[in-house]
Structure formats: structure tokens, C-alpha cells
């Protein structure tokens, strides 16, 4: 299958820093990636969904001020967490596709802890 | 708001017994998959089956679904330790950018 790289896979940060985390599809043009955040033993919300060239569609209750979303180019989306507090210490996973909009493939995941 | 159920939250078997899991889901799809995860992890597709499909296999795994009563059910046979992991359904819809929404997951737990 695809793969999706996800960088960093642990980051720590201070509190009211911002932290970027990217995610790649290495071998297929993602026209779309996701992003979703996963608090301990329980399921992925998604955030949003960023096409690549246009701005990003946040879900309900997502700030998009907070949470920066960025597509670029088919192969790599970013999310940058700003001004980041410890209640935004979660895992988060991107999961990217390609035009057929058949399976998502998803990143390893990126472990942020705001100190 | 989350689309999946899944049933049982956790489950604890055997090595060698099969493990089944459920996933109800709310609104009209496009497909359904199931997915894996490992403590700490990302998620492994591991099938996919589509609205107009009843049953799909693949290895150990059975997928089934049931359109008309909105819901699907994992079987693993033959359980290994290796199996131990988060489940998770995760549906897509008929709209947009097709985006998935995932259940609450199984944790499955394999006993050697």
C-alpha cells in the first residue's frame, strides 16, 4: 500500500509555543488529507479536511485559528498547533488520498505534549 | 458527531478462539472499513468493503454488512497474541470529500 509519512512522531513543547507537524504521501498525490486527533483509548476526531491549493474545512468546535492547516503541494499537508496549552497534548494522525477517493492511508502519528 | 458504534468496547479471548466485533453506523454510505491500531500507533487498513457488498474476506479476517440494518461485524479467526490491538470501524459518506468517520473502537486483547 501507499505510504504516508508523519513527522515528528514525539514532540514536547512549552506552553504558549507553536509547533508544526507535517505529513507525506512518499509514493502518490494526495488531493486530500485529513487530520484527526486522538485523546488516550478513545476513537480519532477528525479536525479537518484540506485539499490540496484551498483552504482547509474544519469540523464544528475546531478552531481554525488555533489548529493552521496548510496544502501546498499533492504530496504534503502541515498542521500547526499555535500559541500550544496542555490541554492540546493529544496524538494527532494525518491520513492522505488520492484522486480515486478509495482507501485512506494514514501516518504514524504524532504524540504532542504542551508542558 | 461520530457516526460509528462499535460493540464490544473491549474484549479479552484466547489465543486460537475467534474474536467478533460489531460497528452500527447512522446514515447512508459509500463504504465501510475496518482498521487497526497499536498502542501509541497509527492505523492499518485492513479491509474495505463497499455498500453494494454483503461479505468480503481477507486472511483471517471476515467482513460483513448489513445495509439495511446499518451495521458491520469484523471476525478474526484464530486468534494470535499478535492480534491484541484498538479496532476501529470507520465509515465513508455520500458527500464531499468523502471523509471517514470512525467508530469508538474495540480494544481486543489476546490472552497467550
Known amino acids: 500500500g501507499a505510504v504516508v509519512s508523519q513527522h515528528p512522531s514525539r514532540v514536547i513543547c512549552k506552553s504558549g509555543t507553536s509547533v508544526k507537524i507535517e505529513c507525506r504521501s512518499l509514493?502518490?498525490?494526495?488531493?486530500?488529507m485529513f487530520w484527526y486527533r486522538q485523546f488516550p483509548k478513545q476513537s480519532l476526531m477528525l479536525m479537518a479536511t484540506?485539499?490540496?491549493?484551498?483552504?482547509?474545512?474544519?469540523e464544528q468546535g475546531v478552531e481554525k485559528d488555533k489548529f493552521l492547516i496548510n496544502h501546498a503541494s499533492l504530496t504534503l499537508s502541515t498542521l500547526t498547533v499555535t500559541s500550544a496549552h496542555p490541554e492540546d497534548s493529544s496524538f494527532y494522525i494525518c491520513?492522505?488520498?488520492?484522486?480515486?477517493?478509495?482507501?485512506?492511508?494514514f501516518g504514524q502519528g504524532t504524540r504532542l505534549t504542551v508542558v | 458527531s461520530q457516526q460509528g458504534e462499535e460493540d464490544p468496547q473491549a474484549l479479552s479471548i484466547q489465543e486460537g478462539e475467534n474474536a467478533t466485533m460489531n460497528c452500527s453506523y447512522k446514515?447512508?454510505?459509500?463504504?465501510l472499513q475496518w482498521y487497526r491500531q497499536n498502542s501509541g500507533r497509527g492505523l492499518v487498513h485492513l479491509i474495505l468493503?463497499?455498500?453494494?457488498?454483503r461479505e468480503k474476506h481477507s486472511g483471517r479476517l471476515r467482513v460483513t454488512l448489513d445495509t439495511s440494518k446499518k451495521s458491520s461485524s469484523l471476525l478474526i479467526t484464530a486468534s494470535r497474541a499478535a492480534d491484541t490491538a484498538s479496532y476501529f470501524c470507520?465509515?465513508?459518506?455520500?458527500?464531499?470529500?468523502?471523509?471517514?468517520?470512525f467508530g469508538q473502537g474495540t480494544r481486543l486483547t489476546i490472552n497467550p
Open positions: 491520513s492522505a488520498r488520492d484522486f480515486r477517493n478509495t482507501e485512506a492511508f
Open positions: 509514493d502518490f498525490q494526495a488531493t486530500t
Open positions: 484540506s485539499n490540496e491549493g484551498s483552504k482547509a474545512t474544519y
Open positions: 446514515t447512508s454510505i459509500n463504504n
Open positions: 468493503i463497499r455498500s453494494n457488498e
Open positions: 470507520a465509515t465513508s459518506l455520500y458527500q464531499g470529500a468523502q471523509k471517514l468517520v
